[in-house]
């Protein structure tokens, strides 16, 4: 594993599959201000990578990919301190929302607070069999924010409502049930799961799996005409790319 920085690993397979480390951040991968910061950063360096055809973000840990937010720097911010605080883990959040491959959270055990809202901020969610979430906020005193907004389209409103609201765990089943999740892997299963989420993925043009994730993240702002109309200028671009005439002919090739 090549080391970004202090809390960034990386490993990289010859088909583009890039799966990033959370690393030296506790055995349950706690987002503290350093840590946020430098996985914003490398998910920023990463962004740039344009032969990355899938991104895994996992934790160094087997106990959680990420536990949550630190509680310990949280409970001695002030309102200024805690307006910064969050407004870093909002970028980190945006940095994996916005990064133009598909990202896969593998999600091992724990997912709280700011770890689950950083996984709806990913594409793929895929479970161990014994995961658990939640969203614990207002038990210690504060509202659910930032990412947790993606929540509602995830799973509805009543729902986001109960997690945020109740502060109850729900366990990986139920998430599953929810659409809080896509898969949930049988036990040893986890990364068997993910290879065949990433293979699935590597079955389909890069191009417009990159094409289709912008336009996702902006069918989830626009009103439902204007989602429909600018998909007409991106269909046509995609046709610049040589994508689909190559990926067209094969299709109609192997019929023959």
Known sequence: MHMLNPYCGL??????VVRLTICNAGSLNILGSAVINAVREGLEA????????????????????????????????????????????????????????????????????GGLEFAAACDFRIASHDAKFGMPEVRVGIPSVIHAALLPRLIG??????????????????????????VV????GLDAAVERTAAALLECG????RSQKALLRQWEELPLKESVNVSIGVFGQSFLTGEPQRLMQGFIDRKR
Do not use: H, Y
């Not at 490993?11 to 583009?16: I, K, L, Q, S, V």
């Open 11 to 16: 490993d990289r397979d010859p088909r583009g």
């Open 46 to 113: 990463l962004a740039t990578d344009r032969q990355i055809r899938a991104l895994v973000i996992a934790g160094q840990s087997e106990r959680s990919m990420i536990g949550g937010a630190d509680i310990k720097e949280m409970a001695r911010l002030d309102q200024a301190s805690a307006e910064k605080f969050i407004t870093g883990l909002r970028d980190l959040c945006e940095a994996v929302r916005v990064f133009p491959a598909p990202v896969i959270a593998r999600m091992p055990g724990w997912s709280l607070g």
């Open 206 to 209: 890069p191009e417009a799996l």
């Open 185 to 188: 892997a049988p036990e040893g």
């Open 157 to 182: 409103w009543g729902r986001a409502r109960w997690l945020v609201m109740t502060a109850e765990n729900i366990d990986a089943p139920t998430a599953l049930a929810w659409g809080l999740v896509d």
